[in-house]
């Protein structure tokens, strides 16, 4: 059975942290990782990934995928209470199939 | 404006009534899709549509239906079938299936 898991389910750190999101798939025919990030309640996309090795950046978010390992990470540097929010990770397949991880929480203290 | 509109924000049902979750979109995307979030749970797929006319099941499509008449709209009727229908509504839209979605803002239905 085809699967996205997230880890950790919630994370707490204070203002200016860095912090590292992971996601780990187990897909049939996989083509791409996306992240998202859901605050009041509808998720935004950040970052799709197709190709292994390849970092995709917007502003202090990093995100990476690493087909080998079957698994991606998303860095936020200096965090600010603004990035509190789930993040989400998705993968889809070649026959367009969509899977969500149940998201990381991340709170960011002042 | 530009954007994805879900109507009502809030809705509320007797069991046993089925109900129409509206979806309209103005961004020109052909890809439509519907997905439903419980607490604790991640984002599960339930229908999905790639073109006019035509749309897909996703994981959880027992208890609903949609239909794809016109580009814009990709409305989803919940159908006293679904046994657990209480649930956040989510429809997204993306240039094709192979592109980022875009998310609407949400219909929150109460089912008692």
């Known amino acids: 059975e085809d699967k996205v898991v997230q880890s950790p389910l919630s994370l707490v750190v204070h203002e200016g942290d860095t912090v590292t999101l992971n996601c780990s798939y187990e897909v049939t025919n996989f083509r791409s990782l996306l992240w998202y990030k859901q605050e009041k309640k509808a998720p935004t996309f950040l970052f799709m990934l197709?190709?292994?090795?390849i970092e995709k950046k917007s502003g202090r978010l990093s995100s990476i995928l690493d087909k080998k390992e079957l698994s991606s990470i998303l860095n936020i540097t200096a965090t600010q209470t603004g990035d509190s929010a789930i993040y989400l990770c998705?993968?889809?397949?070649?026959?367009?199939?969509?899977?969500f991880g149940k998201g990381t929480r991340l709170h960011i203290l002042p | 404006d530009g954007g994805i509109t879900q109507s009502p924000k809030y809705l509320f049902r007797k069991e046993g009534q089925n109900v129409t979750l509206s979806c309209e979109q103005n961004l020109n995307h052909d890809a439509m899709y519907w997905y439903r979030q419980d607490p604790g749970q991640g984002l599960r797929l339930i229908y999905y549509s790639q073109i006019v006319n035509d749309f897909q099941k996703g994981d959880i499509a027992e208890g609903y239906s949609v239909s794809r008449e016109k580009k814009e709209s990709f409305p989803l009727t919940v159908t006293s079938a679904q046994k657990n229908p209480t649930a956040f509504y989510l429809c997204a839209t993306g240039w094709s299936l192979f592109h980022e979605q875009y998310f609407g803002p949400g219909t929150r239905l109460t089912v008692t």
């Open positions: 197709t190709s292994s090795g």
């Open positions: 998705a993968s889809m397949n070649r026959d367009d199939k969509i899977i």
